[in-house]
């Protein structure tokens, strides 16, 4: 079975702090993914990543940056964090094959608070 | 425009029943898959079930069915058999061939009851 985890369930944060969020997955997938989740709102991808040290924006990329130095681990950052990226945020991986049927597989999330 | 429409905001079921999830999708592409995911309160995306622009036959999964008429551009998702732990958010989503990310609708939360 594909396991994604992401590093904590919950997080709470302060206003400007630097925040990290890590997501390592088990089956040596080329892509992973980064989405926020708000009510009403859906999946919004954040950023992706098809390869080592490669990365692509998504939909909503201001106010964060990733880091993909390892296959397995693929990080979000948020380098000042702000009250509007209190959110969920989930982490997803698939094989990377140049498909339509390559099928994305998420971690439990991550609920964060920004105070 | 929404690319990936789903207009049931919240569906209830009674338990042993089947239920179908409204999803209807907007492309130009003519290569495409679509996907269903269900996210319980805990929170994780669990995949159900995915249909290809280019398959002859509706899929299926178990409880899970995909409704696929292509000429109306609709994928919905039928789940017979209820039960409660089907009780979830379920998301509908799309990827087009020349894009390697989905694009997901809005969700729908079914509540089954007993």
């Known amino acids: 079975d594909v396991k994604v985890t992401q590093s904590s369930r919950y997080l709470v944060k302060r206003t400007g702090e630097k925040v990290f969020l890590e997501c390592v997955q088990d089956m040596d997938h080329e892509n992973m993914f980064w989405y926020r989740q708000d009510p009403g709102l859906g999946l919004r991808l954040i950023y992706f990543?098809?390869?080592?040290?490669?990365?692509e924006k998504g939909d909503i990329p201001e106010g964060y940056s990733v880091s993909r130095e390892k296959k397995e681990r693929f990080s979000l950052i948020l380098e000042s964090a702000s009250t509007n990226q209190t959110s969920m945020y989930l982490c997803?991986?698939?094989?990377?094959?140049?498909?339509?049927?390559?099928?994305?597989?998420f971690g439990p999330g991550t609920r964060l608070t920004v105070l | 425009a929404q690319k990936i429409t789903q207009t049931q905001p919240g569906m209830f079921v009674q338990e042993k029943e089947a239920v179908t999830l409204d999803c209807t999708y907007d492309?130009?592409?003519?290569?495409?898959?679509l996907f269903w995911y269900k996210q319980p309160s805990s929170g994780e995306m669990i995949f159900l079930i995915y249909q290809g622009s280019y398959d002859q036959q509706n899929a299926t999964e178990g409880r899970y069915s995909l409704n696929f008429q292509k000429a109306r551009k609709s994928a919905n998702l039928v789940i017979s058999a209820s039960q409660l732990g089907d009780s979830a958010m379920y998301f509908c989503a799309m990827r087009e061939s020349r894009y390697s990310t989905l694009t997901f609708g809005k969700g729908t939360m079914l509540l089954v009851s007993p």
């Open positions: 990543s098809y390869d080592v040290k490669m990365k």
């Open positions: 997803a991986s698939s094989l990377g094959a140049s498909v339509i049927t390559d099928t994305q597989y």
């Open positions: 492309t130009s592409d003519p290569s495409y898959g």
